[in-house]
């Protein structure tokens, strides 16, 4: 009755175990009557291009729960995936079949299984043409995507990937957004028995519209999605560039060329937020930059370097990486040239690129924000010692007669934060996460690291203020189950406070009047009134 992790079977197959023709089960018991009269001669399986084991299912009709289809008993099937999504490979072929007839297109789609099923992704290729786009169902590593993406282009004319919920790499996406300004993906919508797919370009910044295959177009530069304008042609492959490779060494660029176009790259990977290798540096820039020697790349980034609009712009040549994220060994020497110092090892030349590179994403992003501190080197490579959490000391010029007096507004430190080494604020995060983890009385340190994390909040940047607003939460949530921690007092609002004063203030007359009043004599209300007829006020009688 149920696929073998436990879910219901959804989906299955007409005519035979090997039939591409899918199906979803209608789940309520309605629907699936009125299905049954439509289709009364339909027979279904658990097809094997859906991974299934080719027996025939019969469809289980239930008022009080879900319809769903069934093995036979005594039926032994470890097919994995049986959900509405798990036929998704089979409803794309149909429709791909379609919109290629009403294009009048030659093309034909085919199910791959990389490792994971029958459904890991469809190829269409375009026979005449010689142009193939692939629809990723799996998730690929990158190294897995850029070696499949290479053998795929030594075949091809045009190639174009369009991936599925989950199925792109970070990596994967950044080397896609550098080159074509944007990434396609698809999604399936459920329209009664059958699922429809829909697509979309998207980049880091916005997104085009979900729209049906239909309003797709396979033009000589690959598919195309409404809205959508790639930043370069995708270059042929090398069989359809060999004729015009030789055409292609003779036209050489000058270095000042060179130089705009690969400043001009590294801006635009600033602006989507990405850190390329040089490889897609060369693919956006030029591909003359690939045959460059080590020693030509750096004599053409420090040129870039120097034409920078200020001395506290950000090393642009801090956001290119190798294929582990690593930057080049190389960007140390660039670093070195436009005098910020000789990073002395891999590590600190590491933690050097991306705090420069998240200076670049400050800048040159949309929308801009201020940019964090540069972080210093010593003389020996190393970084600087630990800047203070607390704002750089005011100085205050006080205008006298004879001349000006520089005087210094030195704050005393707050007691609450007696014992908190001087911290930057990028690392409080990590002091609260190791204060949690040690040993023996740590309440009091912890607090004074939550009142200095308070203060480096206003100073800090996305994303380090979300990161630092997460570890202070987790920070206060143990404090509270501590029970060393005392107990806080529970705040009170604006009106409650001054509700509070002015009770005070009233109690604090009160005794001020009492006692003025004590002092003073009382007033007899009968003094001065006359005594009535027939009383007359008695008197002592005399001692005879």
Same mark, same amino acid.
């Given at each position: 009755?149920?696929?073998?992790?436990?879910? !219901?079977?959804?989906?299955?197959?007409?005519?035979?175990?090997?039939?591409?023709?899918?199906?979803?089960?209608?789940?309520?018991?309605?629907?699936?009557?009125?299905? &049954?009269?439509?289709?009364?001669?339909?027979?279904?399986w658990?097809?094997?291009?859906?991974?299934?084991?080719?027996?025939?299912?019969?469809?289980?009709?239930?008022?009080?729960?879900?319809?769903?289809?069934?093995?036979?008993?005594?039926?032994?099937?470890?097919?994995?995936?049986?959900?509405?999504?798990?036929?998704?490979?089979?409803?794309?072929?149909?429709?791909?079949?379609?919109?290629?007839?009403?294009?009048? !297109?030659?093309?034909?789609a085919?199910?791959?299984?990389?490792?994971?099923?029958?459904?890991?992704?469809?190829?269409?290729?375009?026979?005449?043409?010689?142009?193939?786009?692939?629809?990723?169902?799996?998730?690929?590593?990158?190294?897995?995507?850029?070696?499949?993406?290479?053998?795929?282009?030594?075949?091809?004319?045009?190639?174009?990937?369009?991936?599925?919920?989950g @199925?792109?790499?970070?990596?994967?996406?950044?080397?896609?957004?550098?080159?074509?300004?944007?990434?396609?993906?698809?999604?399936?919508?459920?329209? +009664?028995? *059958?699922?429809?797919?829909?697509?979309?370009?998207?980049?880091?910044?916005?997104?085009?519209?979900?729209?049906?295959?239909?309003?797709?177009?396979?033009?000589?530069?690959? %598919?195309?999605?409404p809205?959508?304008?790639?930043?370069?042609?995708?270059?042929?492959?090398?069989?359809?560039?060999?004729?015009?490779?030789?055409?292609?060494?003779?036209?050489? #660029?000058? =270095?000042?060329?060179?130089?705009?176009?690969?400043?001009?790259? %590294?801006?635009?990977?600033?602006?989507?937020?990405?850190?390329?290798?040089?490889?897609?540096?060369?693919?956006?820039?030029?591909?003359?930059?690939?045959?460059?020697?080590?020693p030509?790349?750096?004599?053409?980034?420090?040129?870039?370097?120097?034409?920078?609009?200020?001395?506290?712009?950000?090393? !642009?040549?801090?956001?290119? =990486?190798?294929?582990?994220?690593?930057?080049?060994?190389?960007?140390?020497? /660039?670093?070195?040239?436009?005098?910020?110092?000789?990073?002395a090892?891999?590590? *600190?030349?590491? =933690?050097?690129?991306?705090?420069?590179?998240?200076?670049?994403?400050?800048?040159?992003?949309v929308?801009?924000?201020?940019?964090?501190?540069?972080?210093?080197?010593?003389?020996?490579?190393?970084?600087?010692?630990?800047?203070?959490?607390?704002?750089?000391?005011?100085?205050?010029?006080?205008?006298?007669?004879?001349?000006? *007096?520089?005087?210094?507004?030195?704050?005393?430190?707050?007691?609450?934060?007696?014992g *908190?080494?001087?911290?930057? $604020?990028?690392?409080?995060?990590?002091?609260?996460?190791?204060? #949690?983890?040690?040993?023996?009385p740590?309440?009091?340190?912890?607090? @004074? %690291?939550?009142?200095?994390?308070?203060?480096?909040?206003?100073? !800090?940047?996305?994303?380090? &203020?979300?990161? %630092?607003?997460?570890?202070?939460?987790t920070?206060?949530?143990?404090? $509270?189950?501590?029970?060393?921690?005392?107990? #806080?007092?529970?705040?009170?609002? =604006?009106?409650?406070?001054?509700? /509070?004063? @002015?009770?005070?203030?009233?109690?604090?007359?009160?005794?001020?009047?009492?006692?003025?009043?004590?002092?003073?004599?009382?007033?007899?209300?009968?003094?001065?009134? #006359?005594?009535?007829? +027939?009383?007359?006020p008695?008197?002592?009688?005399?001692?005879?």
């Open positions: 009755m149920i696929g073998s992790d436990g879910r !219901l079977v959804q989906t299955a197959v007409i005519g035979g175990p090997n039939s591409g023709r899918a199906i979803i089960l209608p789940t309520d018991a309605d629907e699936l009557t009125r299905w &049954r009269r439509r289709h009364p001669a339909y027979t279904y658990c097809g094997t291009q859906l991974g299934g084991c080719g027996n025939e299912l019969s469809d289980r009709l239930y008022r009080d729960k879900v319809c769903h289809f069934a093995h036979r008993p005594h039926t032994s099937c470890h097919r994995t995936a049986t959900g509405a999504a798990s036929a998704d490979h089979l409803f794309i072929k149909d429709d791909l079949a379609a919109w290629a007839g009403r294009n009048r !297109l030659k093309g034909r085919t199910s791959r299984d990389l490792g994971s099923g029958p459904g890991d992704a469809v190829d269409f290729r375009v026979g005449a043409a010689r142009q193939h786009v692939r629809f990723q169902f799996s998730r690929l590593t990158h190294a897995e995507w850029h070696r499949d993406r290479q053998r795929l282009s030594g075949e091809t004319a045009t190639l174009d990937w369009v991936f599925g919920p @199925a792109a790499q970070p990596e994967t996406m950044e080397e896609l957004y550098d080159e074509y300004g944007y990434l396609l993906r698809f999604r399936f919508e459920t329209h +009664g028995a *059958v699922r429809r797919i829909r697509l979309r370009a998207e980049d880091p910044r916005r997104s085009t519209d979900w729209v049906p295959l239909d309003a797709c177009a396979m033009t000589p530069e690959g %598919l195309r999605v809205g959508a304008q790639p930043r370069r042609r995708p270059g042929p492959g090398p069989a359809a560039g060999a004729g015009t490779g030789r055409a292609a060494t003779q036209v050489r #660029r000058s =270095r000042e060329e060179q130089m705009l176009a690969l400043k001009e790259a %590294l801006v635009g990977a600033a602006r989507f937020r990405t850190r390329p290798t040089w490889e897609a540096l060369a693919r956006t820039a030029g591909s003359d930059l690939l045959g460059l020697s080590v030509d790349r750096v004599g053409l980034l420090v040129a870039v370097e120097r034409t920078a609009d200020g001395a506290g712009s950000p090393l !642009l040549s801090a956001l290119i =990486r190798t294929g582990e994220s690593d930057p080049p060994p190389y960007v140390g020497d /660039v670093v070195a040239a436009v005098g910020c110092g000789a990073p090892t891999a590590a *600190v030349l590491k =933690r050097w690129c991306q705090r420069e590179a998240d200076r670049a994403f400050a800048v040159h992003g929308p801009s924000r201020t940019p964090p501190p540069r972080l210093p080197l010593t003389p020996d490579g190393r970084l600087a010692a630990q800047q203070s959490a607390e704002p750089a000391q005011r100085h205050t010029i006080v205008h006298v007669k004879g001349g000006k *007096v520089q005087q210094s507004a030195a704050r005393p430190k707050p007691a609450h934060l007696t *908190v080494p001087l911290l930057r $604020d990028t690392e409080i995060r990590h002091a609260l996460r190791s204060t #949690r983890q040690r040993r023996g740590r309440t009091r340190y912890a607090q @004074a %690291l939550m009142a200095r994390a308070e203060e480096a909040l206003t100073r !800090l940047p996305e994303p380090q &203020r979300t990161e %630092l607003v997460a570890e202070m939460a920070t206060r949530r143990w404090l $509270d189950s501590r029970p060393d921690t005392p107990a #806080r007092k529970p705040r009170q609002s =604006r009106r409650a406070a001054k509700a /509070v004063d @002015a009770q005070k203030n009233k109690a604090a007359k009160q005794p001020a009047r009492a006692k003025t009043q004590k002092g003073k004599k009382g007033k007899n209300p009968l003094q001065g009134a #006359r005594p009535l007829p +027939g009383f007359a008695r008197t002592a009688k005399k001692p005879r």
